[in-house]
Antibody, heavy 116, light 107 residues
Framework: QVQLQESGPGLVKPSETLSLTCTVS????????WNWIRQPPGKGLEWIGH???????NYNPSFKSRVAILVDTSRNQFSLKLSPVTAADTAVYYC??????????WGQGTLVTVSS | DIQMTQSPSSLSASVGDTVTLACRAS??????LAWFQQKPGKAPKSLIY???NLQSGVPSRFSASGSGTDFALSISSLQPEDSAIYYC?????????FGQGTRLEIK
């Protein structure tokens, strides 16, 4: 059974870098697309971007050049970096597996608060 | 970006009822549409992909239809556990976008 688990700091200071890792278990990361999605408190879902096992990426332009999603096939992990952050980046961040458009498996989500 | 508009924003229904949730895309997305269910404090759960394909393990009370710009999710024989927010998502083109959600309350 595939499981995804997000990890990383729950508190980040404004202007610094948000760094999260998603660890994939029960499946190889060497297939499919691996996504980051976020949800500000009380609001809807926003797609951040995804990475293929080759390292190929697609990002939401709304994040401009602030975002990077990397894959580490040796550790079966992929990561998110967002910099610089502001209070508007406070959200629950989810990682998800994309199988031909079906986001069949999600992590439980991790709340990241941007505050000094 | 393709805008996804869901209606209604919220609705209330009784156990045993059938409800239909709508989702409209701002341009033709063929059948590149998914539906998700989200309960408070939980990650979204995939219900439907490719507009009408039921995700494995999802009860057959859930069904979906549509193509192009207009889509619908129907839930029959409503159960208390169906109380949730339902989101549609298009994956026809980047950036992938979600609707704003429909909140379903079970009376």
């Amino acid at each position: 059974q595939v499981q995804l688990q997000e990890s990383g700091p729950g508190l980040v200071k404004p202007s610094e870098t948000l760094s999260l890792t998603c660890t994939v278990s029960g499946d190889s990361i060497s297939s499919y697309y691996w996504n980051w999605i976020r949800q500000p408190p009380g609001k809807g879902l926003e797609w951040i971007g995804h990475v293929y096992h080759t390292g190929s990426t697609n990002y939401n332009p709304s994040f401009k050049s602030r975002v990077a999603i990397l894959v580490d096939t040796s550790r079966n992990q992929f990561s998110l970096k967002l910099s610089p952050v502001t209070a508007a980046d406070t959200a629950v961040y989810y990682c998800a597996k994309d199988v031909g458009g079906a986001y069949s498996t999600w992590g439980q989500g991790t709340l990241v608060t941007v505050s000094s | 970006d393709i805008q996804m508009t869901q209606s209604p924003s919220s609705l209330s229904a009784s156990v045993g009822d059938t409800v239909t949730l709508a989702c409209r895309a701002s341009q033709d997305i063929s059948n590149f549409l998914a539906w998700f269910q989200q309960k408070p404090g939980k990650a979204p759960k995939s219900l439907i992909y490719a507009a009408s394909n039921l995700q494995s393990g999802v009860p057959s009370r859930f069904s979906a239809s549509g193509s192009g710009t207009d889509f619908a999710l129907s839930i029959s024989s409503l159960q208390p556990e169906d109380s949730a927010i339902y989101y549609c998502q298009q994956y026809s083109s980047y950036p992938i976008t979600f609707g704003q959600g429909t909140r379903l309350e079970i009376k």
